[in-house]
């Protein structure tokens, strides 16, 4: 029998990643589908007990569940301990157990694009789940400093509180999104992550920084968002002279690492990795 595997967020229409797993699934002959749930916030409990009820085998999560996720389920891996965050739950035997691939999904990401992080300064946008996760491995990456930078002050002092409870790293500087303290932080930033979904389609018109002259040719910018491939904010980038990567790597790394905690098998797409990026690149 087939079985079934997913993605809940709200929104979800954006999310790519049905197209992602069930090419990989068709490339490899295995016998799942991968299916995309709209799941809003009241409703996250009962989607999850959905998946032990029905019997779904994993689920990914996606904004805005990945911190609230975790009081639903049976057992975490040690990365989620770390991050206090989930994107990945396998629903294995009679336990739903949380696990964490963006991070090492993230950091593929990187080297496949031959960013080297040991040292540097790097400014994280947004405070959620997404960023607890970029920035525990920024932290296993070995960069200097880290500076959060978040609507809601509070929201960015208790991550960095959390990750330096959970690994002892304490060069952290947490500031509100004023562009005066911003720019003061990217003026010597060797990379700037967005791990907020703004700019995320449809609302393809927004950025997370409003001013091209905050950035600058030295500075690598990353957004995570892959839907539009070219968001607004890594335009703004590239006319700065900065050097644009998108986060349509990290999607395929860190659903290549979920695909491998459900089918306990090893995954490998090195024959077809640029066969899979011109597929997802056309359903964007």
């Avoid at 991070?103 to 540097?120: A, I, T």
């Avoid at 990217?186 to 409003?210: Q, Y």
């Amino acid at each position: 029998m087939t079985k079934v595997l997913g993605v809940i967020g709200y929104p979800i229409e954006h999310s790519i990643s049905p197209h992602l797993h069930n090419f990989i699934l068709k490339k490899l002959n295995l016998d799942y589908l991968y299916l995309a749930f709209k799941v809003k916030p009241h409703d996250l409990s009962a989607a999850v007990a959905g998946v032990r009820a029905l019997g779904i085998v994993g689920i990914n999560v996606t904004i805005p569940h990945k911190e609230h996720v975790l009081q639903y389920v049976d057992d975490f891996s040690e990365e989620v301990r770390l991050v206090g965050s989930a994107n990945t739950i396998h629903n294995d035997g009679d336990k739903l157990i949380a696990y964490n691939t963006d991070v090492g999904g993230f950091l593929r990401s990187l080297e496949v694009n031959n960013v080297e992080l040991s040292g540097k300064k790097v400014v994280v946008l947004g405070a959620g789940g997404a960023a607890r996760a970029i920035v525990h491995a920024l932290v296993k990456a070995g960069v200097e400093q880290i500076v959060i930078c978040n609507r809601t002050v509070e929201r960015g002092q208790k991550l960095a509180a959390d990750i330096e409870a959970r690994t002892g790293f304490k060069h952290f500087s947490v500031l509100g999104l004023s562009e005066d303290l911003v720019e003061s932080n990217l003026s010597e930033a060797d990379l700037l992550v967005n791990t907020t979904s703004v700019g995320m389609f449809p609302r393809v018109e927004e950025s997370p920084i409003k001013d091209r002259n905050l950035l600058h040719e030295n500075l690598i910018v990353y957004d995570l968002v892959y839907n539009p491939q070219e968001t607004t904010f890594l335009r703004m980038a590239k006319s700065a002279g900065a050097r644009a990567i998108n986060g349509l790597e990290m999607l395929i790394y860190q659903g290549i690492a979920s695909l491998e905690i459900w089918t306990g098998s090893k995954i490998s797409i090195d024959e077809f990795v640029f066969q899979l990026k011109d597929y997802l690149k056309e359903k964007l």
